[in-house]
């Protein structure tokens, strides 16, 4: 555990005090724990290029089709008529609600990454729209986007955790829309207003400039419908591969083996991509303008990677079972438990979804011989747990402080309290459920 403060430390020290560049921080902080935690010297790079690889093989694929789908969105016209419809419909004053319920819909059945990549271009439109700092209505989409994540099916953690602790899917799924909604509306719109008025991010220029409204010369612009249709197609996708998953429980069905590939986050993503060309009009035009979005993006991909292999470095030290076993010493409400040891793993390794299957492995045979708590509310405090202060360990806090243009300080200030936020609330939530419900 000291290794792992430590090796954070570096890395916060590293990017905020001497300015080095994130991407080469993550790398010195992971080699020190790695180092420092005893992993052996010949082990060192290829645990690094494993935690790299494995990031940048999923988030980093999803990322860069995420950058050519909003691009087109936007040299589109469609993505400002929409904007357009939201701000008009709701009001500027209401705009930070709306992306909250916005990135709620998106985000059912998506990785909490490819909803970020996906909801990008909206909140740049709105921003340029509303004015003022872009955290007004960029903290309540990621509010939407990750209570989701951490709480409701059919996400991984919170199914992992169902089938860990032999919980009903259908009462998690009641009692985590009951928790989420109140969570998101005070981490999101309401810190997002509040927030907004103290950190001025200045997000990146290029991207900037790639999600700004470009006149078509064809005059043809897409309608709401049709912009809403490319934008989700792939969650519609990734919907349906779940209900499958649900509805089937043979693994070896044609359908079933079907949906696995087609539903696929990197598989529902290209095919998004291939039917926002044909239904925005691009035509030939569509491979420059492609290849347009993947520049500004370069580095952002270069440091997720390197969290990546941060986080693995961590996960190779096996501080998470550390934590797992200094926990089963402690005398606690079993719902608070589960949600302390959720919040030592995310803290350690970064990672939401491991936070939450190595907690429900620890706490599955404890929860056995207790069983005047609810196994719902127990994968919920374990979900509410895993979102807990996001901070240099884990690639959403990379992907967030580069997409939006914040230093690190701004990025604590901002993404990481509102995760905390998200955290402290949704617990508070569970355990007064929890007095009612047995």
């Known amino acids: 555990m000291v290794v792992a403060l430590a090796g954070i430390a570096l890395v916060v020290v590293l990017t905020a005090v001497t300015k080095i560049h994130p991407f080469l921080a993550l790398l010195v902080g992971g080699l020190f724990v790695g180092i420092a935690g005893g992993i052996p010297v010949d ?44 701000v008009d419909r709701v009001g500027e004053k209401r705009a930070p609600w709306a992306m909250v319920v916005a990135a709620m819909v998106v985000g059912i059945p998506m990785f909490f990454e ?26 309540p989409a990621l509010a939407g986007l990750s209570i989701l994540h951490g709480l409701i099916p059919p996400h991984p953690g919170p199914l992992v955790a169902i089938n860990a602790l032999h919980a009903d899917l259908g009462t998690t799924l009641l009692f985590g829309v009951i928790v989420a909604v109140p969570t998101a509306i005070i981490g999101g719109p309401l810190y997002g207003t509040w927030i907004s008025k103290r950190v001025h991010p200045h997000p990146p220029e290029k991207l ?13 612009i897409p309608s709401v419908l049709t912009t809403l ?25 044609e ?15 290209i095919i998004g991509v291939a039917y926002a060309v044909l239904a925005l009009g691009f035509g030939k035009k569509a491979s420059d303008v492609m290849g347009s979005a993947l520049g500004p993006i370069a580095g952002i991909l270069l440091i997720i990677g390197a969290g990546g292999g941060f986080k693995q470095m ?19 409400s079993l719902l608070l438990l589960a949600w302390l040891i959720a919040v030592g793993i995310r803290l350690a390794t970064g990672s939401a979804t491991v936070a939450t299957v190595t907690a429900s492995g620890i706490i599955a045979p404890i929860a056995a011989s207790h069983t005047d708590t609810s196994t719902a509310l127990l994968a919920l405090a374990v979900g509410s747990g895993s979102l807990f202060l996001s901070h240099v360990n884990d690639a959403g806090f990379w992907l967030v402080k580069e997409f939006f243009g914040m230093d690190v300080k701004q990025t604590f200030k901002s993404w990481s309290a509102m995760e905390t936020i998200l955290s402290s609330v949704s617990i508070v939530c569970i355990l007064i459920l929890g007095s009612f419900v047995h």
């Not at 935690?51 to 940048?56: A, H, K, M, P």
């Not at 649900?246 to 069905?253: K, L, V």
């Not at 359908?255 to 993503?269: R, S």
């Open 114 to 139: 490819v909803g970020l990549v996906l909801m990008v271009p909206i909140i740049y439109l709105v921003w340029k729209r509303t004015g003022g700092s872009i955290l007004r209505v960029g903290i």
């Open 255 to 269: 359908l079933h083996k079907v949906m696995d590939f087609i539903g696929d986050p990197i598989m529902a993503m």
């Open 208 to 220: 900037s400039e790639q999600y700004t409204v470009t006149q078509r010369t064809d005059g043809k």
């Open 314 to 332: 961590l996960v190779g030290t096996g501080i998470a079972d550390s934590i797992g076993k200094a926990a089963n010493n402690s005398h606690l």
């Open 229 to 253: 249709s490319v934008i989700l197609l792939p969650v519609a996708i990734m919907l349906v591969k779940t209900v499958v998953d649900i509805a089937d429980s043979s693994p070896d069905a």
């Open 43 to 86: 082990k060192l790079l290829s645990t690094t290029e494993t935690g790299v690889g494995g990031v940048l093989g999923d988030v980093g694929v999803i990322v860069a089709l995420g950058a050519m789908l909003g691009k087109m969105l936007v040299d589109s016209g469609g993505a400002d008529r929409l904007v357009g419809a939201i």
